[in-house]
C-alpha cells in the first residue's frame, strides 16, 4: 500500500534561517510533487519531480528526490515572511491501480 | 491566459440531495483533477479526466461521479449527500502528461 509521511507537521522558524522538510513514501512511484498551500486557498504547484536524483529550485525553495531511499526533502534557504504557509507532498503510481497519495501537509510559520 | 475557474464557489446542501460542480480548465489544457481535501481525511484524489474519458480514479464510493466535455469543461456531481462530503473541492487542470498542474479557487461544499 502507497503511504506518504511529512514531518514535521508543524514548523516554526525565524527569518533568514534554512530548514528541511522530508517527505517519506512507502513503496515505488512514479512521480513527486510539491504543492503550497496559503491559508483558505487553494494549492499551487511546486515542483514535480520524475527521477532519481533530481533536483530544481525556485527562489529560496530547493526540493530533490532519492527513489532508494523514497524520499523527497524540501529545502528553505533564508527564511522569509512570506513563504508561512502548508507544504503538501504527494506520490503516484500508475502501475497497476493508480493511486495518488498526499502527504499529511507541513504547517510552516517564518517568524520576523 | 485566464486561470482554472470553478464554480459555485460556496454551496450548502442537506443530507440527501445531489450537488454538481463546474470546473473549467485553461484554455488547451486536456487534463482536469478533481481533489477534495477536509480536515480529516486531508487531501485525497477524486479522479483524472482527459480528452472526455477518465484516465485515473481514487478510492471514493460510486456517489462521487464525473464527466469532461468536449471542450475539457468538467463537472463532478456527488449524489445521496452525506455530512462528510463536507469538504472544499479543488479542480486542477494540465497540459502535459508530468502533470504540473494550474488549480482553481475550489468549491467549499457544506452539508447540513
Known amino acids: 500500500e502507497l503511504k506518504v509521511e511529512q514531518n514535521p507537521l508543524f514548523l516554526s522558524m525565524q527569518e533568514g534561517k534554512n530548514y528541511t522538510i522530508y517527505c517519506n513514501y512507502s513503496t515505488t512511484s512514479d512521480r513527486l510533487y510539491w504543492y503550497r498551500q496559503d491559508p483558505g486557498k487553494s494549492l499551487e504547484s511546486l515542483f514535480v519531480l520524475l527521477s532519481n536524483g533530481a533536483v530544481k529550485q525556485e527562489g529560496r525553495l530547493m526540493a530533490s528526490l532519492d527513489t532508494k531511499a523514497r524520499l523527497s526533502t524540501l529545502h528553505i534557504t533564508a527564511a522569509v515572511h512570506d513563504l508561512s504557509a502548508t507544504y503538501f507532498c504527494?506520490?503516484?503510481?500508475?502501475?497497476?491501480?493508480?493511486?495518488?497519495?498526499f502527504g499529511t501537509g507541513t504547517r510552516l510559520k517564518v517568524l520576523a | 491566459k485566464a486561470g482554472v475557474t470553478q464554480t459555485p464557489r460556496y454551496l450548502i446542501k442537506t443530507r440527501g440531495q445531489q450537488v454538481t460542480l463546474s470546473c473549467s480548465p485553461i484554455s488547451g489544457h486536456r487534463s482536469v483533477s478533481w481533489y477534495q481535501q477536509t480536515p480529516g481525511q486531508g487531501l485525497q484524489f477524486l479522479f483524472e479526466y482527459f480528452s472526455e474519458t477518465q484516465r485515473n480514479k481514487g478510492n471514493f464510493p460510486g456517489r462521487f461521479s464525473g464527466r469532461q466535455f468536449s471542450n475539457s469543461r468538467s463537472e463532478m456531481n456527488v449524489s445521496t449527500l452525506e455530512l462528510g462530503d463536507s469538504a472544499l473541492y479543488l479542480c486542477a487542470s494540465s497540459l502535459d502528461r508530468e502533470r504540473w498542474q494550474f488549480f482553481g479557487p475550489g468549491t467549499r461544499l457544506t452539508v447540513l
Open positions: 504527494a506520490v503516484d503510481k500508475t502501475s497497476g491501480t493508480y493511486k495518488y497519495i
